[in-house]
């Protein structure tokens, strides 16, 4: 797993969001597209794709898509 791919595969959860669009410093909770449903969506992509488990209470500690990557990456 590298930062890149996991930019790559959260950014195709959201809809309105053009490929390219987030960066490892993105605070991804100021996204417009940002909702909860979305959270629940990132947490379910990254237990399927990582059998990772996040609880809300962890994307609420996160800010930017680079700490969403660091705990999978610990967690893994």
Same mark, same amino acid.
């Given at each position: 797993?590298?930062i890149n791919t996991?930019?790559?595969?959260?950014? /195709?959860?959201?809809?309105?969001?053009?490929?390219?669009?987030?960066? !490892?410093?993105?605070?991804?909770?100021?996204l417009d597209e940002?909702?909860?449903?979305?959270a629940l969506i =990132? =947490? /379910?992509?990254?237990?399927? #794709?990582?059998?990772?488990?996040? @609880?809300?209470?962890?994307?609420?500690?996160?800010?930017?898509? #680079?700490?969403?990557? @660091?705990?999978? !990456?610990?967690? !893994?």
């Amino acid at each position: 797993m590298n930062i890149n791919t996991f930019i790559e595969k959260i950014e /195709a959860e959201f809809d309105e969001l053009e490929p390219g669009t987030l960066q !490892k410093e993105t605070s991804f909770k100021d996204l417009d597209e940002w909702s909860s449903m979305h959270a629940l969506i =990132i =947490i /379910a992509l990254i237990d399927t #794709e990582y059998d990772v488990v996040l @609880t809300g209470e962890d994307l609420t500690r996160l800010s930017s898509v #680079e700490d969403l990557y @660091t705990i999978v !990456k610990e967690r !893994k």
